[in-house]
C-alpha cells in the first residue's frame, strides 16, 4: 500500500512569510509525527498526534511553529513568520498503534524547507 | 550532552570486508532501540530493531548492552549498497507512548 506522503517536496520562502507543510500518513495509522532533520543531524522531535489528539509538543522550537491533524488523518505543520534557521527537512512519520516503545515509525520523504 | 551519541564517521569500508560501529545513549530508562538506515536525502528506513539478547538480520546484527548503555551494528560482507548513514535511535516510554531519540548518524562509504 502507499506509504507517508508529504507536500510540497521543497519549499523556498522569504524570510517573514508563513509556510504550511502537508503529511498523509499511511491509512490507518493512529500516530503521527513531525520531526526537523538539519543538515548533518538526526531528527529531532517536534510533536506527536494520537489520532486528533495531540498530545506532546514539547519539540516545538517555538510558537511560531503550530501543527494540527484535526480529522486524525491528515496532518499540517504551519510555521509563521519564517526565520533562516528554520531551513531544515521536517519529516513526517506515522506509526499504527498508539506509538508505544516498541512500535515502528515510517517516515515520508520530507519537505526541505529553505529560507532566504 | 546528548542523549544518543554516535561516531560520525566516515567509515571507510572495502567491498566484502566487516564493520562495526556503536551508538551510546544516556538514559537509562530507555526501553527500546533500533537502527534505521538513510541513504543521502532520502528519508530514515527502519534497518532492523535491537532486542536485548541481540539480533541478527542476514549480514546485520545488532547488539544491546544495558549496562554500559550502548548498541552496536555489525555488518558483514559488505555490498556498495550498504553505503548510507546509519542513525540509531533510542525510544523511551512518556505517559502512554514512546519518544524517538535519534543520533546524528553514523556515515559507511563502502569502497569497490
Known amino acids: 500500500g502507499a506509504g507517508v506522503s508529504q507536500s510540497p517536496r521543497y519549499k523556498v520562502a522569504k524570510r517573514g512569510q508563513d509556510v504550511a507543510l502537508r503529511c498523509d500518513p499511511i491509512?490507518?495509522?493512529?500516530?503521527l509525527f513531525w520531526y526537523q532533520q538539519a543538515l548533518g543531524q538526526g531528527p529531532e522531535f517536534l510533536t506527536y498526534?494520537?489520532?486528533?489528539?495531540?498530545?506532546?509538543k514539547s519539540g516545538l522550537p517555538s510558537d511560531r511553529f503550530f501543527a494540527e491533524r484535526p480529522e486524525g488523518s491528515v496532518s499540517t505543520l504551519k510555521i509563521q513568520r519564517t526565520q533562516q534557521e528554520d531551513s531544515a527537512v521536517y519529516l513526517c512519520?506515522?506509526?499504527?498503534?498508539?506509538?508505544?516503545?516498541?512500535?515502528?515509525?515510517?517516515f515520508g520523504p520530507g519537505t526541505r524547507l529553505l529560507v532566504l | 550532552r546528548k542523549e544518543v551519541e554516535q561516531d560520525p564517521g566516515p567509515f571507510n569500508v572495502p567491498e566484502g570486508a566487516t564493520v562495526a560501529f556503536n551508538c551510546t545513549y544516556s538514559?537509562?530508562?530507555?526501553?527500546?532501540f533500533f537502527w534505521y538506515r538513510q541513504d543521502c536525502r532520502k528519508e530514515p528506513k527502519l534497518l532492523m530493531s535491537?532486542?536485548?539478547s541481540g539480533n541478527e538480520d542476514g549480514r546485520f546484527t545488532a547488539q544491546l548492552n544495558r549496562a554500559s548503555q550502548y548498541i552496536s551494528l555489525l555488518i558483514r560482507d559488505s555490498k556498495l549498497s550498504d553505503s548510507a548513514t546509519y542513525l540509531c535511535?533510542?525510544?523511551?516510554?512518556?505517559?502512554?507512548?514512546?519518544?524517538?531519540?535519534f543520533g546524528a548518524g553514523t556515515q559507511v562509504v563502502v569502497t569497490p
Open positions: 535511535v533510542v525510544n523511551r516510554t512518556t505517559d502512554s507512548w514512546g519518544k524517538f531519540q
Open positions: 498526534f494520537q489520532n486528533e489528539a495531540q498530545l506532546d
Open positions: 535491537v532486542y536485548s
Open positions: 491509512s490507518g495509522h493512529v500516530s
Open positions: 538514559n537509562s530508562a530507555s526501553q527500546s
Open positions: 512519520a506515522s506509526s499504527l498503534g498508539s506509538g508505544g516503545a516498541q512500535e515502528t515509525q515510517y
